[in-house]
Nanobody, 123 residues
Framework: QVQLVESGGGLVQAGGSLRLSCAAS????????MGWFRQAPGKEREFVAT????????NYADFVKGRFTISRDNAKNVVYLQMNSLKPEDTAVYYC????????????????WGQGTQVTVSS
C-alpha cells in the first residue's frame, strides 16, 4: 500500500519558520519526482514546489521563491519543505504527492496524495 504522511505543520507568527516532512511507505521516493501543494479554505489546490528524483533540480511557485526550500533524503524515504519568513497568506493545508508526468504545476499530474498538514500563520 502506497502512503504519504505529511507532518510538521502548526501555528506560527508571521516571519517564523517551519519544516514540513513527507514520509513515504510502499513506494521508494528516489524513483519519483515529488511535489508540494497547498490549499487554503475556499481556494483551489496550488503548486508550491517540486524536486527531481536525485534532488538536483527544483522548481518553485513565484510566491515562495527565496523563502521556501524543497529537499529530499532518499535514504530515509522523506521529502521536506523548509518554510522561512512565513506570511499570513501562507496559511493552508500542505500536501505532498508523487509526480506522474506532464506539467509540474497541475495537481492532476500527481498521485498518492498525503492527508495534509495544517500551517497557520498569524499576523
Amino acid at each position: 500500500q502506497v502512503q504519504l504522511v505529511e507532518s510538521g505543520g502548526g501555528l506560527v507568527q508571521a516571519g517564523g519558520s517551519l519544516r514540513l516532512s513527507c514520509a513515504a511507505s510502499g513506494r521508494t521516493v528516489s524513483s519519483y519526482r515529488m511535489g508540494w501543494f497547498r490549499q487554503a479554505p475556499g481556494k483551489e489546490r496550488e503548486f508550491v514546489a517540486t524536486i527531481s528524483r536525485s534532488g538536483g533540480s527544483t522548481n518553485y511557485a513565484d510566491f515562495v521563491k527565496g523563502r521556501f526550500t524543497i529537499s529530499r533524503d532518499n535514504a530515509k524515504n522523506v521529502v521536506y519543505l523548509q518554510m522561512n519568513s512565513l506570511k499570513p497568506e501562507d496559511t493552508a493545508v500542505y500536501y505532498c504527492a508523487f509526480y506522474r508526468g506532464g506539467s509540474y504545476y497541475i495537481p492532476g499530474n500527481y498521485d498518492y496524495w498525503g492527508q495534509g498538514t495544517q500551517v497557520t500563520v498569524s499576523s
